[in-house]
């Protein structure tokens, strides 16, 4: 079973390397990943990867990396830096070939060697803004 310092470092490969079903893999069967900017949570492994692959798909070239990771028993905080070039259909929207960078963090429940909760927060205004696309 993997300690909560090994799934994070697996989390920010498997998200560097695009590969959408390792990163799945990290999560439990149930897992709820609430990314706060973009309303209602994701729940499930399957809903996760489908998200993942579609992300990757947008934005090929896309990269994340990690500045801080804290550890605390069983929950870690992540903060990054990323960006990317948006180059294929995105949230029913046709690529406008804009490239965005910016900031954000996650905080993550590790339970059995996997994710059980993410919580992320990034700047809406500021990545739609880069990408040309309406903030609300």
């Given at each position: 079973?993997?300690?909560?310092?090994?799934v994070?470092?697996?989390?920010?490969?498997?998200?560097?390397?695009?590969?959408?079903?390792?990163?799945?893999?990290?999560?439990?069967?149930?897992?709820?990943?609430?990314?706060?900017?973009?309303?209602?949570?994701?729940?499930?492994?399957?809903?996760?990867?489908?998200?993942?692959?579609?992300f990757?798909?947008?934005?090929?070239?896309?990269?994340?990396?990690?500045?801080?990771?804290?550890?605390?028993?069983?929950?870690?905080?992540?903060?990054?830096?990323?960006?990317?070039?948006w180059?294929?259909?995105?949230?029913?929207?046709?690529?406008?070939?804009?490239?965005?960078?910016?900031?954000?963090?996650?905080?993550?429940?590790?339970v059995?060697?996997?994710?059980?909760?993410?919580?992320?927060?990034?700047?809406?205004?500021?990545?739609?803004?880069?990408?040309?696309?309406?903030?609300?």
């Amino acid at each position: 079973m993997r300690t909560v310092r090994e799934v994070m470092v697996a989390w920010g490969e498997a998200w560097n390397g695009h590969d959408a079903d390792a990163l799945a893999a990290l999560y439990h069967d149930d897992a709820v990943n609430h990314q706060v900017a973009f309303g209602a949570p994701r729940v499930g492994r399957e809903a996760m990867r489908e998200d993942f692959r579609a992300f990757f798909a947008a934005f090929p070239d896309s990269y994340t990396h990690v500045e801080v990771t804290l550890i605390d028993g069983a929950r870690a905080a992540v903060e990054w830096v990323g960006g990317a070039t948006w180059t294929g259909p995105f949230a029913g929207r046709a690529p406008t070939g804009a490239p965005f960078a910016l900031r954000g963090c996650g905080f993550f429940v590790i339970v059995d060697g996997k994710i059980k909760a993410q919580r992320g927060y990034v700047d809406r205004a500021t990545w739609f803004g880069q990408l040309g696309l309406p903030i609300i």
